[in-house]
C-alpha cells in the first residue's frame, strides 16, 4: 500500500498539468473500483476546474471550482499517468520503466484544459474515485478520525503522547493506526523506529511520562519520523512491487533503507554491531535490530 510518500509524490507530479486546468472530459471505462463511482461523478466532474491538489494522510484531493472535492485513494497497485500532446517534453526520472501495456487496466481519463490526459491505472481495483461536497470532507468516514499530519509544524512530541498515552500495544501497532498520526504505513514506521532506536515491541504508552508528558523517545520519534519521511519524499518514494512515480519512473528510497526488507544483513547505526532481524506482528513483516533498538 503507498504511504505517505509515494503519496505525495504523485501529488507533486499531476500538480503542474491539474491545478488551475478544467477537466474537459471524464471517461470511465468500468462502473467501480473499490466502491462504486457515484452516480453524478462524470457530470460533477466536467467543466469544473481544479482550484488545488492536496494530500491528506494516504488520499489525494482535487479541490474543484464548483465546490467539490474529488478523493483519490491508490489502493495496492493503483498509479497515475500523465499523458501529454505529442511533441511535448516528457519529465525526467533517475530510472524508467515503461507501463503496463494492459489498457484493461486505464479505469478512469480526465481530460485536461491543460493539454494532458490523467490516466488512472489499477490492476487489482483497490484503488477509490469519489466525489464530496467540500462543507462534508472533513466529516467523511474515510477522513474524518484520521489523525494529524506527521509532516505539519504542529505535530511534535506532546501531540504524539496525548494519542499513545494509556495504550498497551506494541509501538508498531499504534503507529500503524491512522487515528494516532496520518500516512505512516509499515515500511516509514520500521525507519523511523530503527532511526530513533525504539523497539517495535515496546508497550506504546511507555513514550508518555507522568501527566502526560512526552518522554524524550517521544521527542525521538516524533523527530525521525519528519526525518524519514522528508528524505523518502525527496527521494521520490520506495518502489516495491508496484510503486511508480507519474512520470513511469521507480522512487529510489528503497536504496537507503536502514532495515526494511534487510533481514540477516548489518545494522547500520555506527558502533552497533547488530543484525537486522525480521518478525510478524499483525501479520505483516517487521524489520530492527534487537541490539540498538530498545
Given at each position: 500500500?503507498?504511504e505517505?510518500?509515494?503519496v505525495?509524490?504523485?501529488r507533486?507530479g499531476?500538480?503542474?498539468v491539474?491545478?488551475?486546468?478544467?477537466?474537459?472530459?471524464v471517461e470511465l471505462?468500468?462502473?467501480d473500483?473499490?466502491?462504486?463511482f457515484?452516480?453524478d461523478?462524470?457530470l460533477?466532474?466536467?467543466?469544473?476546474?481544479v482550484?488545488?491538489?492536496?494530500?491528506r494522510?494516504?488520499?489525494l484531493l482535487?479541490?474543484?471550482?464548483?465546490?467539490d472535492?474529488?478523493?483519490?485513494h491508490l489502493?495496492?497497485?493503483?498509479s497515475?499517468?500523465?499523458e501529454?500532446?505529442?511533441?511535448?517534453?516528457?519529465?525526467p526520472?533517475a530510472?524508467?520503466?515503461?507501463r503496463?501495456e494492459?489498457?484493461?487496466?486505464?479505469?478512469v481519463?480526465?481530460a485536461m484544459?491543460?493539454?494532458?490526459?490523467?490516466?488512472f491505472n489499477?490492476?487489482?481495483?483497490f484503488?477509490?474515485m469519489?466525489?464530496?461536497?467540500?462543507?462534508d470532507?472533513?466529516?467523511?468516514?474515510l477522513?474524518?478520525?484520521?489523525?494529524p499530519?506527521?509532516?505539519?509544524?504542529?505535530?511534535d512530541?506532546?501531540?504524539?503522547?496525548a494519542?499513545?498515552?494509556?495504550?498497551?500495544?506494541?509501538l508498531k501497532?499504534a503507529?500503524l493506526?491512522?487515528?494516532?498520526?496520518a500516512?505512516l504505513?509499515?515500511?516509514?514506521?520500521c525507519?523511523?523506529?530503527?532511526?530513533?532506536?525504539l523497539?517495535?515491541?515496546r508497550?506504546?504508552?511507555?513514550?508518555?511520562?507522568?501527566?502526560g508528558?512526552?518522554?524524550?523517545?517521544a521527542?525521538?520519534?516524533v523527530?525521525?519520523i519528519?526525518?524519514?519521511?522528508?528524505?523518502?519524499?525527496?527521494?521520490g518514494?520506495?518502489?516495491?512491487?508496484d510503486?511508480?512515480?507519474t512520470?513511469g519512473?521507480?522512487?529510489?528510497?528503497?536504496?537507503?533503507?536502514?532495515v526494511y526488507?534487510r533481514e540477516?544483513a548489518?545494522c547500520?547505526?555506527?558502533?552497533?554491531?547488530g543484525v537486522?532481524?525480521?518478525i510478524?506482528?499483525?501479520?505483516r513483516?517487521?524489520?530492527?535490530c534487537?541490539v540498538?533498538?530498545?
Amino acid at each position: 500500500m503507498p504511504e505517505l510518500p509515494e503519496v505525495e509524490t504523485v501529488r507533486r507530479g499531476l500538480a503542474p498539468v491539474m491545478e488551475g486546468a478544467t477537466i474537459r472530459a471524464v471517461e470511465l471505462r468500468r462502473p467501480d473500483l473499490r466502491r462504486p463511482f457515484p452516480n453524478d461523478f462524470r457530470l460533477r466532474l466536467e467543466g469544473a476546474t481544479v482550484t488545488a491538489l492536496r494530500r491528506r494522510a494516504k488520499y489525494l484531493l482535487a479541490d474543484l471550482s464548483t465546490g467539490d472535492v474529488v478523493l483519490m485513494h491508490l489502493g495496492m497497485s493503483g498509479s497515475f499517468r500523465i499523458e501529454r500532446p505529442a511533441g511535448a517534453a516528457a519529465v525526467p526520472g533517475a530510472y524508467y520503466h515503461a507501463r503496463s501495456e494492459d489498457l484493461a487496466h486505464d479505469h478512469v481519463v480526465l481530460a485536461m484544459s491543460s493539454g494532458a490526459r490523467v490516466v488512472f491505472n489499477d490492476p487489482r481495483r483497490f484503488g477509490l474515485m469519489l466525489v464530496v461536497a467540500a462543507d462534508d470532507l472533513d466529516h467523511h468516514p474515510l477522513l474524518r478520525a484520521v489523525g494529524p499530519e506527521p509532516l505539519d509544524p504542529g505535530f511534535d512530541a506532546a501531540k504524539l503522547a496525548a494519542a499513545l498515552a494509556g495504550k498497551a500495544a506494541p509501538l508498531k501497532a499504534a503507529l500503524l493506526d491512522q487515528t494516532v498520526v496520518a500516512g505512516l504505513g509499515n515500511i516509514y514506521v520500521c525507519e523511523a523506529l530503527h532511526l530513533a532506536r525504539l523497539s517495535p515491541r515496546r508497550r506504546a504508552g511507555t513514550l508518555v511520562g507522568r501527566g502526560g508528558v512526552p518522554t524524550p523517545r517521544a521527542v525521538a520519534l516524533v523527530e525521525a519520523i519528519k526525518m524519514v519521511l522528508a528524505d523518502a519524499i525527496t527521494a521520490g518514494g520506495s518502489s516495491l512491487r508496484d510503486h511508480r512515480q507519474t512520470d513511469g519512473t521507480l522512487g529510489l528510497f528503497q536504496h537507503r533503507f536502514r532495515v526494511y526488507d534487510r533481514e540477516g544483513a548489518p545494522c547500520v547505526t555506527p558502533g552497533c554491531g547488530g543484525v537486522v532481524r525480521r518478525i510478524v506482528q499483525s501479520g505483516r513483516s517487521t524489520f530492527f535490530c534487537t541490539v540498538c533498538q530498545k
